[in-house]
């Protein structure tokens, strides 16, 4: 096993055959030896005011799902020799079913799949990766689209949610032997910002350096969400790392918390840090 990394849950929807999420955390649980789980949530009934539950999945639907995911994932299984469980839950809701297992189980860190939306349209129809993040304390992995995990880039301001995160994945960094770039963003031009910004960068480069990491450190000037953007599609990195200490959805609308934007608008996985 590496470092805090020991237990994985991987969530997937219905479309099994090809699915994002899992490819992408089934090769990350190898990477770090890390035992994994793949979970589906079968949402097995509406609920009407005054009309009680209508049931919209049958056992035999529900098994039949089971089957389709387990025979997808066997195919997991032969080519990398791993042990990879599989589980259906059942409710009302993906999101609090999935949030249910992520902490009733312990795992250490949850992957889990977006069809990229846009911050408001994700909002309006309650996304699931965007409801599990604003509902976890777990660290979650946010795909979109295929990448390897060879080249990283940690987001930090300063606060210790950030260079917690970037403790967090120094193992992700280790075992994939990926080249780290730790990146601060200065909001104002003035000297005194933009040295705080570069003592903040290197803070986190010592913070690899003591779990066995080499990093590079930059700074860029500007409104940190665009910025982290920006310097991600410039040196085409393969993770975003973030510290995210968000209160609500609706205060991230509002307030336009730094890395709910970047996990909304950033084509590339992301990983958000709460713990």
């Not at 609920?47 to 025979?71: C, F, N, S």
């Not at 860190?109 to 909002?123: K, N, P």
């Not at 665009?226 to 609706?250: C, H, K, N, W």
């Amino acid at each position: 096993m590496t470092g805090d990394i020991e237990r994985m849950l991987v969530a997937v929807d219905e479309n099994i055959e090809g699915n994002i999420a899992l490819h992408y955390g089934i090769n990350l649980a190898r990477v770090l030896g890390a035992k994994v789980e793949v979970i589906h949530v079968v949402e097995d009934a509406l609920v009407y005011p005054g009309w009680g539950a209508i049931v919209t999945k049958t056992k035999r639907e529900v098994d039949r799902q089971l089957h389709r995911m387990d025979t997808e994932i066997s195919k997991y299984r032969k080519k990398w020799k791993m042990d990879i469980g599989v589980k259906i839950r059942e409710g009302t809701s993906a999101s609090a079913e999935i949030l249910r297992e992520l902490h009733e189980e312990e795992y250490d860190l949850l992957v889990v799949g977006s069809h990229g939306a846009s911050a408001v349209m994700e909002f309006l129809l309650g996304g699931i990766s965007s409801q599990i993040v604003h509902h976890t304390k777990k660290p979650v992995i946010v795909v979109k689209k295929m990448r390897d995990v060879a080249n990283i880039l940690m987001c930090t301001a300063g606060s210790k949610c950030s260079f917690r995160a970037i403790r967090y994945a120094a193992s992700i960094a280790k075992a994939a032997g990926a080249e780290v770039t730790v990146l601060s963003i200065s909001p104002w031009k003035s000297s005194e910002a933009v040295n705080q910004a570069w003592e903040f960068a290197h803070a986190g480069v010592e913070i690899l350096k003591e779990h066995g990491v080499t990093a590079g450190e930059t700074v860029r000037i500007g409104k940190p969400a665009e910025e982290i953007l920006a310097e991600a599609r410039r040196q085409d990195f393969d993770l975003i790392v973030m510290g995210y200490r968000g209160t609500s959805p609706v205060a991230d609308m509002l307030l336009g918390e730094v890395a709910s934007k970047v996990m909304h608008h950033s084509l590339r996985p992301t990983l958000i840090f709460r713990r």
